[in-house]
């Protein structure tokens, strides 16, 4: 589905409405602004695409509603060059929004479906992430440390292996808490055994599993 002035009107109306509730960073709003959701859902649901809601993209994952990767991006305090491990590519819809942010994104998935469809997807927008397959509570040791680490998915506690993948200094932005309900944590590396953890408002994600999905 090509680009119109029509969905350029609506990602303008939605990031109005970002603003107005409480996403402050304007370069997060400026990158919002310059994805072009509505190539990352199925046609039936892409007249929707800017409401500011989630929608299934199969697999039983969802692509988050537009205030909840804003909210991460904002709190993840992105800059430029950043080197930063996604866990859970999902539509990828997350990890375009943070290179337009400029950042240098790793992004892992267990679901093998959404890795191959994604994989293919995202170099058609022009978005160039470095993709992998994987269990995202294992991170990417190989390719660590990172400055920043964001995690679309729910965690029933904060995994220490990608603690340990935090450059000192660095942070990680993942919602922890049960199936229900998590709590938006920011955790940051104060030193190598050392780990500030600030507790934000709550969301909804689907669970983070563990292993993969072929």
């Keep these: 589905m090509s680009e119109s002035f029509q969905y350029k009107g609506q990602r303008r109306r939605l990031v109005e409405g970002l603003r107005i509730k409480g996403i402050t960073d304007e370069a997060v709003l400026d990158a919002i602004g310059n994805v072009p959701r509505h190539r990352f859902l199925e ?25 909840t990767v804003a909210y991460q991006s904002q709190l993840l305090k992105v800059q430029r060059h950043d080197k930063i491990l996604e866990v859970g590519t999902g539509s990828g819809y997350q990890a375009a929004v943070l290179l337009e942010l400029g950042a240098q994104v790793y992004t892992i998935e267990r679901h093998k479906s959404l890795y191959n469809k994604v994989q293919q997807f995202l170099p058609e927008l022009g978005y160039h992430p470095r993709f992998f397959f994987g269990d995202g509570y294992q991170g990417l040791p190989t390719y660590g440390p990172f400055d920043k680490i964001i995690v679309t998915a729910a965690a029933p506690h904060i995994p220490e292996k990608l603690k340990e993948q935090l450059k000192v200094g660095g942070l990680m932005v993942i919602p922890v808490g049960p199936y229900e309900r998590q709590k938006m ?11 500030d953890i600030k507790i934000h408002g709550d969301f909804v994600f689907v669970p983070m599993l563990k292993g993969t999905d072929i």
């Design 43 to 67: 046609s039936s649901f892409s007249k929707f695409a800017y409401k500011d809601q989630a929608f299934p993209i199969g697999s039983g994952q969802t692509i988050s509603q537009p205030f």
């Design 185 to 195: 944590t920011v955790v940051k590396r104060i030193s190598e055994n050392r780990y």
